[in-house]
């Protein structure tokens, strides 16, 4: 997948649960002007799956993982670049 022209830079985001990852995953998806199915295709798995993270739907792997970072006092951030124009997602 090619990964569209970058612009403006985003604020970075706390990601402290599944779902504040699925918030930004979806944000990110949507700032490139890409739906859900086109990037789930390049990515290889199900819409309905993508559709699950960017709902922030808890999941085993998800949830552990979440639990350990806690635990151990890490912080999470993200943030992504917008683009200026989209690009395909061949690749």
Same mark, same amino acid.
């Given at each position: 997948?090619?990964?569209?022209?970058?612009?403006? &830079?985003?604020?970075?985001?706390?990601?402290?649960?599944?779902? %504040?990852?699925? !918030?930004?995953?979806?944000?990110?998806?949507?700032?490139?002007?890409?739906? !859900?199915?086109? /990037?789930?295709?390049? &990515?290889?798995?199900?819409?309905?799956? #993508?559709?699950? #993270?960017?709902?922030?739907?808890?999941?085993?792997y998800a949830?552990? /993982?979440?639990?350990? /970072?806690?635990? #151990?006092?890490?912080?999470?951030?993200?943030?992504?670049?917008?683009?200026?124009?989209?690009?395909? &997602? %061949?690749?």
């Open positions: 997948m090619d990964i569209p022209a970058l612009g403006t &830079l985003m604020p970075s985001v706390d990601i402290r649960k599944p779902a %504040d990852l699925g !918030q930004t995953l979806r944000a990110a998806r949507e700032a490139r002007s890409v739906t !859900q199915e086109e /990037l789930a295709s390049a &990515l290889g798995f199900s819409r309905y799956y #993508l559709s699950e #993270l960017e709902s922030g739907k808890p999941n085993m949830t552990r /993982l979440f639990r350990a /970072l806690r635990k #151990l006092g890490v912080r999470v951030t993200v943030s992504f670049d917008l683009p200026r124009a989209r690009e395909s &997602l %061949d690749g």
